[in-house]
């Protein structure tokens, strides 16, 4: 390694800028007011409430400054993830210094005025909070939830070979399943098509109270760990600021030129070897820089300087708003802002300009970036439905070569990609392989498929990786699909919730263009386990995501095929939603032709007239969402119509869950005399729902007939069995909705106990033919929609 690489004044300059950095954090977590110290600090300077971090920021102020110098020096278009978010000060405080914070937010000017405001907002009421969040530029991370940097970082370099990703990762942030996980991102990436990550792993020692796990183990053991994963670690250890300065100066150099080396040989000599990329471990103190003992305790470079190190109030030890100050006073604050608070010349132009700086960098705000899909007309790939019921060959297999011609049709422009845990093939997309690999760059032997160094798909077993790979490709402007098994999706649930939450936010900050939605494809849902059995059966998803807020959240149940196309269609087009659609992949009938699925996809919920006799009057709703459901709804209907044919059925369909909700709730909420003419004011209405029962409840709980709402769906029964089984051991199967609605209408009287006797034998007909032939009866197995259509 060179020994000298920075001379001597520009040492001394990034020092100062690093200084100021600090100034400024210590500043956020402290002061409002006083804010260049122009005069003795007093208790009214000071916040009353004092929130923040202060363990991970000196560190992450830094690496920013350290990132500065060579992206400057190598003309790099980088951006910055903070791993440990919670570093907020620090990524505020380097974006304020560098330019892009004034330019977005002109209240929080270059001058002691805006230097007053930059700390008062700092985790206060009505300002920002105190992470990395959406309201700071430059930031596509959060990193308030720890786990997701590295794969956040990955997937925003993915098709972005122009692209570097500095990385920070908290040691402590490193011990989650998530980031371990992500170090094998590096077997994905491609080093001719795709960008670089550069992690930067902040082995700081602590978490909140604790060490860290990689900060208690032998450096050997570390550097084993970390080439294990197919890196090449860099150590930069220490604590005495000008070494410091001058080993990360010269450790970035090395691995950025490394990085050059790797993408050169991989682009200009054809060297697709997998290479092991570098990084870097930088060992400095937790809460370097700031108090060193407080009360006779150890602060820096212990957990203890976590969060606030040094309390400062009416009742705090008199001597801790001198300590305060002095520590303030050490960054030398006149040495770095002039007498109006503006950062000084020679110290400004250490950073980059223009789109270069991190807070600026069109990546971190992708809706700049973003292009729409080219899109194939998505009722080409429909089915023909000469009669309801008809056979099709599993609705995501109808959806698989639509999915196909959106990756063929955006191959050149390389801004869709498909995220998965191995579930491409088995969730019935496989058409999509006619014309894209996976991407893969570990070794691939002579009977592999699908796997190539350059692919659209996206399969690694961790459906954190999926998850994360796609928030940062998408949050970098770009477009993509999740397919997932419904039940393991919970897997990512909290990660949901990260991105619904960055999404509202985003909404409100006009700067911030819109991203492509996030999507979801559920296929191999609970109601056909056949080999899977319980574990494999959990359709709670869309409950955890309805809790998000309206303006995000979709979900959508297409009862066929030609509807899944539909939703499809519009979910791919939509910006800043997060789309859930639940599919089936098994052969099942299909309903609607594409026109009629095109108009109820539309309109998300409506009478099935063809299917309904209530032209004169109903006297029952019998309502589906979902297409095992629907299935079970319509031979019910079947049945009730052949013996019960005095009966006014109504039929309705659901593929728009949220049009449940009255308006006030959500924005695609039906309104209630809309809901009332659907659902009627005081007839039952039977409701076989594909999830848990209790959604449709929660969901139409203010409607007039709430009521005589009756839903069955999956309440938690469930086991290896046949596909009828599966709803008859949750009540929602034919005979038992037919039941259920009998009991409800007294009217039907003798006929309608006759033929509650008959389905009660039935079950037990099936029961005992199910365990005898290890099949549904044919009767259920070869069950068409016989009536005729249009008799409404
Ligand atoms: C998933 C998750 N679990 C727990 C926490 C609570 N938490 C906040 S900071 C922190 C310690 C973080 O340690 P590290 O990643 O090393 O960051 P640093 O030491 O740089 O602050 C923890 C556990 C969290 N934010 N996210």
Known sequence: MKTKTLTKDTLQKIDAYWRAANYLSVGQIYLRGNPLLTEPLRLEHVKHMLLGHWGTTPGQNFIYAHLNRVIKKYDLDMIYIAGPGHGGPAVVGNTYLEGTYSEVYPDVSRDEAGLKRLFTQFSYPGGIPSHASAECPGSIHEGGELGYSLSH???????????????????????????????????????????????????????????????????????ELLSGYGWTPYFVEGHVPELMHEAMAATLDLVIEEIRRIQLEARHKGDMTRPRWPMIVLNSP????????????????????????????????PEHLGMLEAWMKSYRPS??????????????????????????????????????????????????VPQPGSGGPGDTHVLGPFLRDVAKLNAATRNFRLFGPDETLSNGLEAVFEVTPRQWEATTVKDDEFLAPDGRVMEMLSEHQCEGWLEGYLLTGRHGLFNCYEAFIHIIDSMFNQHAKWLKVTNKLPWRRKISSLNYLL????????????????????????????????????????CLLSVMDHCLRSRQYVNVVVAGKHPAPQWLSMEAAVVHCTEGIGVWRWASNDAAGTDVVM???????????????????????????????????????????????LPDADFDSLFTKDKPVIFAFHAYPWLIHRLTYRRTNHDNIHVRGYKEEGTITTPFDMTVLNDMDRFHLVMDAIDRLPQTG???????????????????????????????????????????
């Open 153 to 223: 970082a990955f997937g925003a370099v993915f098709d972005n070979p122009g692209l570097v990703v500095g990385c920070v990762i908290g040691d402590g942030e490193a011990e989650t399943g998530p980031l371990a996980t992500a170090w094998h991102s590096n077997k994905f990436l491609n080093a001719v098509t795709d960008g670089a990550v550069l992690p930067i792993l902040h082995l700081n020692g602590f978490k909140i109270s604790n060490p860290t796990v990689l900060a208690r183990i032998s450096r050997d053991e570390l550097t």
């Open 286 to 317: 937790k809460g370097w820089t700031g108090p060193k003992v407080v009360d006779g305790l150890k602060i820096e470079g212990t957990f203890r300087a976590h969060q606030v190190p040094l309390l400062v109030s009416a009742s705090s030890p």
């Open 335 to 384: 040495e770095l802002f002039d007498a109006g608070g503006r950062l000084k010349a020679e110290l400004a132009e250490l950073a980059p300009t223009g789109d270069r700086r991190m807070g600026a960098n069109p990546h971190a705000n992708g809706g700049i970036l973003l292009r729409d899909l080219r899109m194939p007309d998505f009722r080409e790939y429909g089915l023909a």
């Open 523 to 562: 296929a191999s849902h609970v109601w056909r386990q056949d080999h899977n059995g319980f574990t494999h059966q959990d359709p709670g998803f869309i409950d955890h995501v309805v809790n998000k807020k309206a303006e995000v959240v979709r979900v959508y149940l297409p009862p066929d095929a030609n």
């Open 623 to 669: 309502a589906c969402a979902g297409d095992v459901p629907t299935l079970e709804i319509l031979a019910a209907v079947s049945i009730m119509r052949e013996h019960l044919p005095k009966l006014r059925i109504r039929v309705v369909n659901v593929v728009d869950l949220m049009r449940l909700q009255p308006p006030s709730e959500h924005p695609h909420g």
């Open 750 to 792: 003798a006929e309608g106990a006759n033929l509650r006797q008959i389905l009660w034998d039935k079950l037990m007909e099936h029961r005992q033919y199910i365990n005898a032939n290890g099949q549904d009866m044919p009767e259920i197995r070869n069950w068409k929609w016989t009536l005729p259509v249009g008799t409404s």
